[in-house]
């Protein structure tokens, strides 16, 4: 039933067929078998790269951008894709700018404005939670000629998948939903076409950032029961944003499930599922610690996507993007059952009123 775990540095020589490796360094078969599964999930199933990190992924992809090129980001997105670019950019290799990507109208003016070599958007952004709509924004880049670029960590393919809204490259934490067990740091990427997979996979090859077989092998089984954990974390998710909405202590709540949450139509035209990652909004950052210090099911701790709920408040990082609030709190809500989790969240929220 399972793809063993390959533990080989080198392979013999002459006893091998054509598929099989020759250096640990450039292929593994534990990472194929994973490659395949996350390559399948978004619908390109010779695709995939996996790398030893998230930001491994991302990096790879960044390092396609020619010398000197545009790249536009979010004005907040995951806070060390954006600390990865201005460290690029502090060093000549590319420059970036910055725009609101769930304002077409915005993207396709910058577009215009000057040629621009990478499009970055995630969606749901982290921790905003807004929704872009990938569809127009990745037909408006490639017009343009930028290579258009998906963060898919928070929707996953099940929810998303951006390849078939016209993006160029998919990146994936894998350290988040995929893995699921908080047991696991990975990445990978998933290219529209064979030439970026080949250019991807030969980065790897080159500047060394490989997974580990185990990892892969854990991410394969973590895999499996994706579709189940995220159902229950994301059915869970909404109630807890409607209770949320309605709580004294809180003053605003970022779910694209919430009917007046600006991104819930077109996460309803786009997704199939609003997402297990709820934000809220409290009178100010010392109550958001509060809260984190209070809660005693709910893990006060970075990271997402795995089975156990984690709350943390974003801003506590430096490299946190400014447009984030002090008192934002990203709550990513795990398999647990909803009413404990309300029952906690509410006491620790009424504690520091
Ligand atoms: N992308 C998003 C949206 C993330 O939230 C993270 C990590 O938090 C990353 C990428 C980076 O992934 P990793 O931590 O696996 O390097």
């Known amino acids: 039933m399972n793809a063993p775990v390959t533990l080989s540095s080198t392979y013999v020589l002459g006893d091998v067929d054509a598929d099989t490796p020759v250096y640990g360094r450039v292929d593994n078969a534990t990472w194929q078998a994973c490659e395949e599964v996350i390559g399948r999930l978004e619908g390109r199933p010779d695709g995939a790269t996996l790398f030893a990190s998230g930001m491994a992924a991302i990096s790879a992809t960044m390092a396609q951008v020619p010398a000197g090129g545009l790249v ?18 502090e060093q000549g290799r590319l420059r970036t700018v910055r725009v609101d990507v769930a304002d077409t109208g915005a993207v396709q003016q910058l577009l215009v404005a ?60 894998v350290t988040k939903y995929l893995a699921g067990h908080s ?7 998933v290219a529209a076409n064979a030439g970026l997979a080949e250019r991807l996979r030969r980065h790897r090859t080159l500047h060394g950032a490989i997974p580990g077989p185990w990892e892969a092998w854990l991410a394969l089984r973590g895999i499996r029961t994706l579709a189940v954990r995220l159902d229950r974390a994301q059915a869970s998710a909404e109630v807890l944003a409607s209770r949320l909405a309605d709580h004294p202590a809180v003053t605003r709540v970022r779910h694209p499930s919430l009917p007046d949450d600006p991104g819930h139509q077109r996460a309803r035209a786009q997704m199939r599922g609003f997402g297990a990652v709820v934000s809220i909004e409290l ?49 990513s809500v795990g398999v647990e059952d909803v009413e404990d989790l309300w029952a906690d969240l509410d006491a620790a929220l009424r504690s520091v009123r």
């Not at 536009?72 to 950019?89: F, G, W």
């Open 72 to 89: 536009v980001l979010p004005l907040a997105a995951y806070n060390t894709t954006h600390s990865l670019a201005d460290t690029l950019s």
């Open 283 to 331: 009178a100010d950052a010392d109550a958001a610690d509060a809260v984190s210090r209070a809660v005693r099911l709910w893990v006060a701790a970075t990271s997402l996507g795995g089975v156990e709920s984690t709350l943390e408040r974003r801003r506590r990082h430096a490299n946190e993007p400014v447009a984030v609030p002090e008192s934002l709190l990203r709550l």
């Open 183 to 189: 047991d696991v740091v990975l990445g990978a990427t």
């Open 114 to 173: 000057e040629p621009v070599a990478m499009l970055w958007l995630e969606s749901p952004t982290n921790p905003l939670l807004e929704i872009v709509d990938v569809e127009a924004c990745a037909a408006l880049g490639r017009a343009a000629g930028a290579l258009v670029v998906v963060d898919n960590t928070f929707a996953t393919p099940l929810l998303q998948q951006p390849l078939s809204l016209g993006a160029d490259v998919v990146v994936h934490s």
